[in-house]
T-cell receptor, first 113, second 111 residues
């Protein structure tokens, strides 16, 4: 079955380190999204991509970057991790642009000490 | 942005019907209304989507009035396994930065 997978599922890092969270989907979806989820804030959009070499900033993009070199992957990079970036990160994909239906991964819990 | 407002929490008992309402006063013409369910330590899971009037699938119904400024997710005969957080999302994937979720409704189902 097609799926969307995130790795690592759990990571602890130190302030200032670079961290990359991987997202891989096998649906061949053009549209991919990264969210962070924090208590009291729901899910907030970090970055999104509508296809290879396309990336766009979301609501809370400061301190994060993404790259899209192929259809299947959208890695999220924290250039210099900060304690405020301790969160659960979810990747999602969609096969269409005129829909609200997203398929989510299982999440990556990141702790920045 | 189509900001959404939902109740923070709701309680129910097994076998009852649960209705969760979402308010979205500034919904745009191209926006869909989509509901998700999320269990602890899992990603949100799509439940149902609509644009106007009523939509029903095997797990839920979605009621949308003509002005589309609100929507109601209806879960018939809930069970303990329906205890989860429910999110209303107003927008569409092509709308990019508009596709942001609200804070969700924690539904607790008891015996």
């Amino acid at each position: 079955d097609a799926e969307i997978t995130q790795s690592p599922r759990h990571k602890i890092t130190e302030t200032g380190r670079q961290v990359t969270l991987a997202c891989h989907q096998t649906w061949n979806h053009n549209n991919m999204f990264w969210y962070r989820q924090d208590l009291g804030h729901g899910l907030r959009l970090i970055h999104y991509s509508y296809g290879v070499h396309d990336t766009n900033k979301g609501e809370v993009s400061d301190g994060y970057s993404v790259s899209r070199s192929n259809t299947e992957d959208l890695p999220l990079t924290l250039e210099s991790a900060a304690s405020s970036q301790t969160s659960v990160y979810f990747c999602a994909s969609s096969g269409h642009r005129n829909t609200g239906e997203l398929f989510f991964g299982e999440g990556s819990r990141l702790t920045v000490l | 942005l189509a900001k959404t407002t939902q109740p923070i929490s709701m309680d129910s008992y097994e076998g009852q019907e649960v209705n969760i309402t979402c308010s979205h006063n500034n919904i745009a013409t191209n926006d869909y209304i989509t509901w998700y369910q999320q269990f602890p330590s899992q990603g949100p899971r799509f439940i149902i989507q609509g644009y106007k009037t009523k939509v029903t699938n095997e797990v839920a119904s979605l009621f949308i009035p003509a002005d589309r400024k609100s929507s109601t997710l209806s879960l018939p005969r809930v069970s303990l396994s329906d205890t989860a957080v429910y999110y209303c999302l107003v927008g569409y994937t092509g709308g990019g930065n508009k596709l942001t979720f609200g804070t969700g409704t924690q539904l607790k189902v008891e015996l």
